[in-house]
Nanobody
Framework: QGQLVESGGGSVQAGGSLRLSCAASGYPLRTYCFGWFRQAAGKERERVGGINANGETHFATSVKDRFSISRDNTKNILYLQMNSLTPEDTAMYYC????????????WGEGTQVTVSS
């Protein structure tokens, strides 16, 4: 059983940037597919974006011009770079993994909180 550990969350003013990290022990970045999700208080969880095993990324419309995903295959760490943050980006952010043949994410981290103030 692997482990996903997010870090890098915090408080930032609107217009600022944060980079979240996801240390993916036991889930090789080149053989699993990964997603970043977020859940704001009182709202349903939404997918922010993801990266396939071949490195192809995809994003929700609300963030695609501001967020990017990268990975360090040597360290097995996934990153979510978030720019031009707005208060609407305030949420708990989660990293998740799935076997690429599966459409469902079975493996989740504990999350890291991002708070954006106006």
């Amino acid at each position: 059983q692997g482990q996903l550990v997010e870090s890098g969350g915090g408080s930032v003013q609107a217009g600022g940037s944060l980079r979240l990290s996801c240390a993916a022990s036991g889930y090789p970045l080149r053989t699993y597919c990964f997603g970043w999700f977020r859940q704001a208080a009182g709202k349903e969880r939404e997918r922010v974006g993801g990266i396939n095993a071949n490195g192809e990324t995809h994003f929700a419309t609300s963030v695609k011009d501001r967020f990017s995903i990268s990975r360090d295959n040597t360290k097995n760490i996934l990153y979510l770079q978030m720019n031009s943050l707005t208060p609407e980006d305030t949420a708990m952010y989660y990293c998740a993994a799935r076997r690429c043949s599966s459409g469902e994410y079975h493996y989740w981290g504990e999350g890291t909180q991002v708070t954006v103030s106006s």
